[in-house]
């Protein structure tokens, strides 16, 4: 495959950066950069070398936030450290059918996903404001594997907006406070996207001269995007995610309706 032409680059780029930033604060940075990717690249490129590249990224992003936010953040590793094997097992799995996902099926999804994933953020204004003080009790922990499977193997299918989903199951189901929820779905999160590189890296699904730039970009993102959360600037990346969102969500309409323009 060639290489992009420098728009196509630094349009890879910039979405990279601020899909690890958003990705890193406030979850969701899937729904940014793949959007981005299928715009970006060739049009002929199959939808396995799309996630491929998304995932190489999306790796390098996650790392260095759970690293950054373990650091200073207490995070439940008894239930964590489980949790995140299974789900490393279920996204394994799950990246194996992402082969049999027709690419006109699921750029329709992506945009429903960008959609819902932009109301729901507008609308849960407050959510995950209070900080839990008890232990997980034995049902929570069971609660996490099977969260962890799920998410997991959705994860391997799909994707998009993995970190949010398992920020919000840790807020609605596990009473954590946003940043808490957010550092726990970083540790879940890295796992299931090392575990789909180990299906995409051997089957030459990951193109490098795409996905390390990329991923350079997402981690730069994701690095500032951890530091801004932790020092409390997470009702302005909420305000920014759901702008992005809306770019991409007009963004990547057009390009499935492009006679709107007509």
């Not at 940043?179 to 779905?185: G, L, M, R, V």
């Amino acid at each position: 495959m060639s290489w992009l032409s420098d728009i196509h680059i630094w349009w890879l780029l910039l979405i990279g950066f601020f899909a690890g930033l958003m990705d890193a604060a406030v979850g969701g940075g899937g729904l940014l950069q793949i959007p981005g990717l299928f715009s970006a690249l060739p049009a002929n490129t199959s939808v396995p070398a799309v996630m491929g590249v998304n995932k190489f990224a999306s790796a390098s992003g996650t790392c260095v936030a759970a690293i950054q936010y373990t650091r200073r953040i207490p995070v439940p590793w008894a239930m964590l450290l489980p949790a995140a094997v299974l789900a490393y097992i279920c996204s394994y799995l799950g990246s194996h059918v992402v082969v049999y996902l027709p690419t006109a099926w699921l750029k329709p999804t992506i945009l429903v996903i960008l959609i819902l994933m932009a109301l729901y953020t507008f609308l849960k204004k407050d959510l995950g404001q209070i900080q839990r003080q008890t232990q997980l009790s034995r049902r929570e922990h069971g609660l996490g594997l099977l969260m962890g499977a799920l998410i997991g193997f959705y994860d391997g299918v799909f994707g998009p907006g993995t970190g949010s989903f398992l920020s919000f199951i840790f807020v609605r189901f596990f009473g954590f406070d946003f940043i808490t929820a957010t550092a726990s779905s970083k540790v879940i999160n890295l796992t299931t996207n090392l575990a789909a590189l180990c299906y995409f890296i051997p089957n030459n699904f990951v193109i490098w001269h795409w996905a390390i730039p990329l991923a350079i970009a997402n981690l730069c993102g994701g690095v500032i995007g951890a530091k801004l959360a932790m020092r409390g600037g997470s009702k302005l990346l909420r305000k920014g995610f759901i702008i992005l969102l809306c770019i991409m969500i007009g963004k990547f309409a057009l390009d499935l309706f492009p006679s709107v323009l007509n």
